[in-house]
Structures are given as structure tokens and as C-alpha cells.
């Protein structure tokens, strides 16, 4: 298991701001699953055009911090080292509730299958104990 912190967030993954959506790697098993955090503030750029009696994160960003947190895990393997991951698109997802300002997300992706450069996971995200989205995910490795 490899441990990164905060700062190896942007060792792990190719985004930056404002595309990085994951603030945290609390944990890697390089080819097997990946958890991260995402600390949803006011001050996120995607709410400044939303009407501010109803912020709410939008889902494909949600999506978008799975991918990434999935990424970790595929990037970490040695056989991908200097290559990058791409998100290649979503089997399914069902969310039972939004997300909005003040919550603290942990993020899961556990890798399903890798064959050549072509990867599938599962992700889940979790608030207060209580699984909120789940997501079955793919990626391509370039």
C-alpha cells in the first residue's frame, strides 16, 4: 500500500485547478483501488453561476472526482509510469442524494478489470457514513 498526501495529489494525476477535484489521496494499491477526499467549500468556482439559495455540486463533476480517484490507482502501477489516463466514459451511476457546500466526500474506486489500456471500476462516494453515488466507470490509458 503507498500512502500520498495532499501535496502528491499532483504527482498522482495529470488535472490542476480547475479541473482537480479531488483534494486528498488518503490511500493507493497500485492496480486495485484508490480512496481520495473532496471538501466541497462555497468557494468552488462551479457555484459562482448557481443561484445561491440552492447550491448543490453538479453530478458530472462528482463523476469527474471517481475518474480521478480511479486514475490514481491505474497511474501508480509501474507498467504506466509517464503515461496518462483518460476517463472513457460511465456504464451507470445512481446517486440517492446531492452534494453541496460543507460536505466531506471519500471517494473509493476499486479497479475491476485492466486489460492492455483499457481499465473498469467501480466507485463509490461516501458522506456521513452513507454511500450517496455509486458508479461504474472506464478508462483509457495513453
Not at 468557494?43 to 443561484?51: A, G, L, P, T, V
Not at 497511474?75 to 460536505?103: H, M, R, T, V
Request: glycine fraction near 8%.
Amino acid at each position: 500500500m503507498t500512502q500520498y498526501s495532499n501535496h502528491d495529489v499532483f504527482e498522482a494525476i495529470p488535472q490542476r485547478y480547475p479541473f482537480m477535484m479531488i483534494d486528498t489521496i488518503k490511500e493507493i494499491n497500485p492496480g486495485q483501488n484508490a480512496i481520495a477526499t473532496k471538501n466541497v467549500t462555497i468557494n468552488e468556482w462551479f457555484f459562482k453561476s448557481q443561484n445561491p439559495d440552492h447550491l448543490e455540486m453538479p453530478r458530472p463533476l462528482i463523476i469527474e472526482a471517481l475518474a480521478q480517484t480511479g486514475v490514481c490507482a491505474l497511474l501508480s502501477q509501474p507498467e504506466f509510469e509517464g503515461k496518462n489516463a483518460f476517463f472513457g466514459g460511465i456504464k451507470s451511476a445512481e446517486f440517492s442524494d446531492g452534494f453541496y457546500p460543507g460536505d466531506e466526500l471519500t471517494l473509493e474506486v476499486k479497479l475491476t478489470k485492466i486489460k492492455r489500456n483499457i481499465g473498469l471500476g467501480t466507485g463509490q462516494v461516501v458522506r456521513d457514513n452513507k454511500v450517496i453515488c455509486e458508479a461504474e466507470l472506464m478508462f483509457a490509458i495513453q
